[in-house]
Nanobody, 126 residues
Framework: QVQLVESGGGSVQAGGSLRLSCQAS????????TGWFRQAPGKEREGVAV???????IYADSVKGRFTISRDNAKNTLYLQMNNLKPEDAAMYYC????????????????????WGQGTQVTVSS
């Protein structure tokens, strides 16, 4: 059974940092397309960053240079380091995964991910 459990959300001031974690079970993060998504109230869900085959990463333009996605295969955990946070980054953040081979090799935020976590809230005050 695949499970994803996010943690690390919280409240910070603009310019601050947070690191989100996503503990995975039932599959290997190193063998899947995994990513972070976010959704603010009244807005559509947005793909923030993904990592797939060969540790190739793709970021949304809005977070490039500020956020870093990474994975620790030994801990089977996905991370999102968020620096220089802005009020517009406030949202519920979700991790997602899909270990189907085609998606692993073609890992994009626009993919339809099969598994999702419950989310962790990020609040950024100005």
């Amino acid at each position: 059974q695949v499970q994803l459990v996010e943690s690390g959300g919280g409240s910070v001031q603009a310019g601050g940092s947070l690191r989100l974690s996503c503990q995975a079970s039932g599959y290997s993060v190193g063998s899947a397309c995994t990513g972070w998504f976010r959704q603010a109230p009244g807005k559509e869900r947005e793909g923030v960053a993904v990592i797939g085959s060969g540790a190739k990463t793709i970021y949304a333009d809005s977070v490039k240079g500020r956020f870093t996605i990474s994975r620790d295969n030994a801990k089977n955990t996905l991370y999102l380091q968020m620096n220089n946070l802005k009020p517009e980054d406030a949202a519920m953040y979700y991790c997602a995964a899909d270990f189907r081979i085609w998606y692993y090799r073609n890992c994009y935020p626009s993919n339809t991910f099969r598994y999702w976590g419950q989310g962790t809230q990020v609040t950024v005050s100005s």
